[in-house]
């Protein structure tokens, strides 16, 4: 992803003191006043910068990068791409109460995987912290950006093992918000690193509830009986075109601004105040981000490598087929994407909460 200085393909930055005065123009008769000053602002004040894809290093970063097996090697020689990173997990020994694996993957464009992804229990309760980061910067700015939000957040979360729902989503965004300063902190300290960012889509999984928060274009999908019941709603000025009736959701797949963030962790300008959604109490809801979970459902955390690069009824598709086997699943959505171009790096983390006569109830969960 591109900072936002501008509408990739079709400004040139050296005539940039014409265009805007254009540019101003022509978007006051398209869209509006309100929304020309919308994205005009938005172009004056820069963005959070440019995305890649997620690989995790070994070592002692807590983003993962698990060796590939046999399966997922075959993949990756299927779609002519020698490198492909995943992790699995279960929960609740032989009768587990949910599965889940994750899968990243450079793409066939990008020279460097700036995704990274996180999928751990937090020690002492039956509970799964998964996290997908999408680096944006160049000069290593991306990578290095997602890294220190990734080891922010999973070991803020960590520390988890006794607190509510309620609690478990302040921590959340406490991680969010801790991460956010430190990626500002160290990129005013290093050379080349000034604007570095990533997105952030996270959920805390519990035997009945999930709660979610994220900032940028990263989203969370939430299936039950294969059919999309959710989605989380991207940070992006084509999200603010969709709001305002101005582009369809089919337009925007498409749109030139389809790239542009209106928030994310890090990023520039440097006063930027990162925006987490949903809060805890929004509007006339009551804990939008606490959804309720049934033995069968599917929850989906990805990149917008997947997301921008198949269409939503092949994404259902997959679902449809893989879903109750979430390894199998990842393998697939990453293969799906490279197939349909792999212009961005991808990563999938798949949940499934597995049928079964008896589920464990968290007590803390409770109320």
């Known amino acids: 992803m591109e900072p936002l200085r501008g509408i990739e393909g079709l400004v040139d930055n050296d005539r940039l003191p014409d265009l805007k005065t254009v540019l101003r123009l022509l978007l006051g008769l398209v869209v509006g006043g309100a929304a020309a000053w919308f994205l005009l602002s938005l172009w004056r004040s820069g963005s959070p910068g440019e995305r890649g894809s997620s ?108 607190l509510d729902p309620e609690g478990l989503y302040e921590r959340l965004a406490e991680s969010f918000e ?104 929004q509007g006339a809801q009551e804990q939008p981000a606490v959804r309720d979970l049934r033995p069968g459902d599917v929850v989906l955390l990805c990149s917008d490598g997947l997301s921008s690069e198949i269409e939503p009824e092949t994404l259902d598709e997959v679902v449809r087929k893989h879903g109750k086997k979430p390894a199998q699943f990842v393998r697939e959505a990453v293969k799906t994407a490279l197939d349909a171009g792999g212009r961005d790096n991808v990563t999938v983390i798949a949940l499934y909460v597995c049928r079964s006569e008896r589920r464990p109830r968290d007590p803390s969960s409770a109320g």
Request: aromatic share 4%; charged share 30%.
């Open 178 to 281: 801790r991460a956010d300063l430190a990626i500002r902190h160290r990129a005013s300290k290093e050379t080349g690193l000034g604007g570095m960012g990533t997105t952030g889509v996270a959920a805390v999984v519990l035997p009945d509830v999930l709660i979610h928060l994220h900032t940028g274009d990263s989203r969370l999908y939430h299936y039950r009986d294969g059919q999309e019941i959710y989605r989380t709603k991207d940070h992006s000025v084509v999200r603010y075109l969709q709001e305002e009736g101005l582009v369809s959701e089919a337009e925007a797949r498409n749109h030139p601004m389809r790239s542009r963030l209106t928030s994310s962790l890090g990023g520039s300008p440097p006063e930027r105040k990162v925006t987490v959604e949903p809060r805890w109490k």
């Open 55 to 162: 690989r995790s290093e070994e070592g002692e970063s807590t983003a993962e990068r698990p060796p590939a097996d046999e399966d997922q090697a075959s993949i990756a020689e299927e779609a002519g791409i020698d490198e492909s990173s995943r992790k699995t997990l279960s929960m609740g020994g032989a009768t587990p109460w949910l599965e889940a694996a994750a899968c990243t993957h450079r793409g066939k464009v990008r020279d460097e995987n700036q995704d990274r992804f996180v999928l751990q229990e937090i020690p002492g309760r039956k509970a799964v912290v998964a996290l997908v980061n999408d680096g944006m910067g160049g000069h290593m700015g991306g990578s290095v950006a997602a890294e220190v939000a990734a080891n922010t957040i999973a070991e803020i979360m960590k520390r988890s093992e006794k």
